[in-house]
């Protein structure tokens, strides 16, 4: 599965941006669960958010919680982070990543994912 991830920028403090990760042509991740990580400058990447495949379940780091939402479109394909009041420790690579599906386990270890996306930056100024 290749994964493709978009949607970064420049924003400033307090603004909003949507992160998007759809899955290579011909290939599909409607059936995997997903997740989103991220890495600020000379740091390790960290869990930010992750969706099962159908949706109903999410689970996000405490440092993101009510304001970045994660879901998915209704064919269950492209994977959106819509991030809110965004702060300057936002600042990051964003990397979206899929686990096979009936894979165990909350989503929040790199370890668990099979796949990765190259990776979309995102810098908040203030």
């Known amino acids: 599965v290749q994964l493709q991830a978009s949607g970064g920028g420049s924003v400033q403090a307090g603004g909003s941006l949507r992160l998007s990760c759809t899955a290579s042509a011909a290939q599909t991740v409607y059936s995997y669960n997903m997740g989103w990580f991220r890495q600020a400058p000379q740091k390790g990447r960290e869990f930010v958010a992750a969706?099962?495949?159908?949706?109903?379940?999410?689970t996000y780091a405490n440092s993101v919680k009510g304001r970045f939402t994660i879901s998915r479109d209704g064919t269950g394909n492209t994977v959106y982070l819509q991030m809110g009041s965004l702060i300057s420790e936002d600042t990051a690579l964003y990397y979206c990543?899929?686990?096979?599906?009936?894979?165990?386990?909350?989503?929040?270890?790199?370890?668990?994912?099979?796949?990765w996306g190259q990776g979309t930056k995102v810098t908040v100024s203030s």
């Open positions: 969706i099962d495949w159908s949706g109903s379940r999410t």
């Open positions: 990543a899929a686990r096979e599906p009936m894979s165990q386990g909350a989503g929040t270890g790199e370890s668990e994912y099979d796949y």
